[in-house]
């Protein structure tokens, strides 16, 4: 199991290429990609190769501490004029958030660089993008590891509260006849006990949680299934809805206030549950 939170940095010794990789919790793979202006060419590369870290809100910074991969120089006479003309005009400071905005007019044309050239700056650039992502991926298994004992922790949990439930279906019958009678008994001397007997029967009926309890089980089954094969956050996803639907029709059916306690326990931990998943992958 691997989480969608994680971090990863890596630096090449050559270039100076540093690559930051840091993700949260989101519903879609959404890439937030920051690329130096020097390497913008190979940012559909990089997009590419950062699809493989699957869902997730991630955010990649990809910088250049080294000038030897840049494909573009500043002209500084033409820089100079333009800061003279400011200064001759009065027109406003020549702060550095000017000279950013004005800075297509005073960059030469980009060098042009041989294919070699090109080459080795990708392969360098590759290569600290996957270490970066190495350990991202070390960091996001640590947390999914995490992840996974919370969820068996919590099963476990749901499992011992439903014993309880189970265990008292056996007594289901016994107190609602006594119940029954208890009524029944406060309105007459005589009770029709043939009669009693019957609506005892339609009562059980009525409030037998058999199937539910089953498909419960089977839905608990699953889920341990699929944490133990890492089936991934939806898949589970849908199997924690099914665990809170039937656990509801339980809670709708439940005539017995003792239950109660263990009911609302169950609910809790479906909610802690479906919260841990929002973080798997």
């Known amino acids: 199991m691997r989480s969608m939170t994680g971090f990863g940095e890596a630096q090449s010794e050559s270039l100076g290429i540093n690559v930051r990789i840091s993700s949260v919790n989101g519903r879609f ?16 590369l990089l997009r590419d190769e950062l699809k493989t870290l699957g869902r997730g809100s991630i955010k990649c910074q990809v910088n250049l501490e080294n ?16 800061q003279q003309e400011y200064k001759k005009h009065k027109f406003r400071a020549f702060t550095p958030s000017l000279a950013a905005h004005l800075l297509p007019y005073y960059v030469a044309k980009s060098k042009k660089m041989s294919d070699e050239e090109l080459g080795a700056i990708e ?3 590759l ?27 919590l099963l476990d949990s749901i499992e011992t509260h439903l014993a309880h439930i189970i265990a008292a279906q056996d007594e289901l019958q016994t107190k609602l ?5 208890e009524q029944v008994s406060q309105l007459t001397e005589n009770p029709d ?5 019957e ?29 133990a094969e890492d089936k991934g956050g939806k898949h589970m996803d849908f199997l924690i809805q099914e665990l809170h639907r039937e656990t509801n ?31 798997v992958q």
């Open 29 to 44: 793979h959404e890439l937030n990609l920051y690329v130096d202006r020097a390497l913008g060419g190979f940012e559909k």
């Open 67 to 82: 000038d030897a991969a840049q494909t573009f120089r500043i002209d500084s006479e033409a820089f100079k004029g333009i």
């Open 123 to 125: 392969r360098e650039l």
């Open 127 to 153: 290569d600290t993008l996957h270490r970066a992502m190495d350990e991202f991926g070390a960091v996001a298994d640590r947390e999914g590891k995490g992840l996974e004992q919370a969820l068996l922790e």
């Open 177 to 181: 006849h006594e119940r029954l009678v």
């Open 193 to 197: 006990t043939e009669r009693i007997a």
């Open 199 to 227: 609506e005892v029967s339609l009562l059980v009926i009525r409030y037998s949680v058999a199937e539910e309890i089953t498909r419960l089980g089977l839905h608990l089954e699953a889920l341990r299934t699929a944490i």
């Open 249 to 279: 029709t339980i809670g709708s059916k439940n005539p017995m206030p003792d239950l109660v306690p263990h009911i609302i326990a169950i609910k809790e931990a479906i909610e802690d549950m479906r919260e841990q998943l929002r973080n």
